[in-house]
């Protein structure tokens, strides 16, 4: 195969977990910078960005649960 065929290294690493986690985050405060979308939509794999934003929903939610049962106890 040639080197044209082959996808270069960048291709191959994807965006990877710090890159997703900090997009995911920035996505659910409403911060995101479109050119931050821009490279997630063309270089992001939906479902990695989706397994990320369940993790940190999740995470979100039962935060708020122990809040909520620290303060009624």
Known sequence: ????????????SGLGIIHMSKSV???MF???SDQRRQKDF??????????VGVVFVLIF?????AIVD????
Do not use: D, R, W, Y
């Not at 939610?61 to 649960?65: D, G, K, R, Y």
């Not at 620290?70 to 106890?73: A, D, E, K």
């Open 1 to 12: 195969m040639s080197s044209e065929q082959q996808p270069s290294k960048e291709q191959q």
């Open 30 to 32: 409403g911060v995101c």
């Open 61 to 65: 939610i039962f935060t708020l649960l």
């Open 70 to 73: 620290h303060i009624l106890s």
């Open 42 to 51: 063309e270089e992001g794999n939906l479902i990695e960005f989706f397994a």
């Open 25 to 27: 985050l920035a996505s």
